[in-house]
């Protein structure tokens, strides 16, 4: 595994107690840069911060992350913590169970919409006026390939997912002469704790779609993610990067 340029970037990782958030820490700490895990779970944080602190400086926060207090506060602890914010990488995320849009309560598929959608809009407010003052940042979104089709029975993550592209497209262009870089990557699934609150017939139409007939791995996930998020990627904002494995190829 190549050892991406991080050195002494400060990396803001939202849900990055688990799933593919806790694979971008493991290989950004890995390269060189301190890390600061946001998540609603205080449990699963201090087990993650305890693993991950042998690699590298680990810093947590937990953040409500549809509120704005919430998100400031993180923000401000941050900063308080390692001096500055260089990379926004928008991990977290819910699935809000499977049914047809007529049948999911309008509470679910506000939630979803709210943590999948909102939450990257408020942490990229908060954080972009850091970034433009020291004249440098990455932001990656981790949206979904169903945001690109549309799964059934799924139509509120679907549409949380397209509504952060469109974010991505648009903070793009607004940073593009910044040197602020804002990317989205669209993963088809990957088998991590998400899939407990999927029905398994959504699990297998989810598979059949892919054509490497598998699922993601996260650290695969991680790879693209951290460059994405390095300086080597100076000429590429507002763009899709496809993890579908071959799934959807625009």
């Not at 400060?10 to 600061?36: C, E, F, H, K, N």
């Not at 680990?58 to 001096?83: D, N, P, R, Y």
């Not at 972009?128 to 003052?133: A, E, Q, R, T, Y």
Request: hydrophobic residues 40%.
């Amino acid at each position: 595994m190549n050892r991406i340029d991080l050195d002494g970037r400060v990396i803001v990782i939202t849900g990055g107690a688990r799933g593919i958030g806790y694979a971008v820490a493991q290989r950004a700490l890995r390269s060189g840069a301190a890390v600061s895990l946001w998540d609603v779970d205080a449990a699963r944080l201090a087990t993650s911060q305890q693993e991950l602190a042998e690699l590298g400086k680990v810093s947590t926060a937990i953040v409500e992350l549809t509120s704005e207090q919430s998100v400031g506060e993180a923000t401000a602890e941050t900063v308080k913590q390692h001096g500055k914010i260089d990379v926004l990488i928008n991990c977290a995320g819910i699935t809000g169970g499977n049914g047809k849009t007529w049948e999911l309560e309008p509470d679910v598929w506000r939630r979803v919409i709210d943590v999948n959608l909102i939450g990257p809009y408020l942490t990229s407010r908060a954080i972009v006026p850091l970034m433009l003052k020291q004249g440098y940042g990455r932001i990656v979104n981790i949206a979904s390939v169903a945001g690109k089709e549309g799964n059934p029975n799924a139509s509120h993550y679907s549409a949380s997912k397209a509504g952060l592209i469109g974010l991505t497209k648009s903070l793009g262009k607004e940073l593009a002469t910044s040197n602020i870089l804002v990317n989205a990557v669209t993963p088809a699934a990957a088998k991590t704790e998400i899939f407990d609150s999927m029905k398994q017939e959504h699990i297998d139409y989810m598979l059949s779609k892919i054509p490497m007939n598998r699922f993601l791995m996260p650290e695969e996930a991680a790879s693209l993610i951290l460059w994405l998020s390095s300086e080597d990627c100076a000429f590429s904002t507002g763009s899709v990067f496809d993890l579908s494995g071959g799934r959807a190829t625009y």
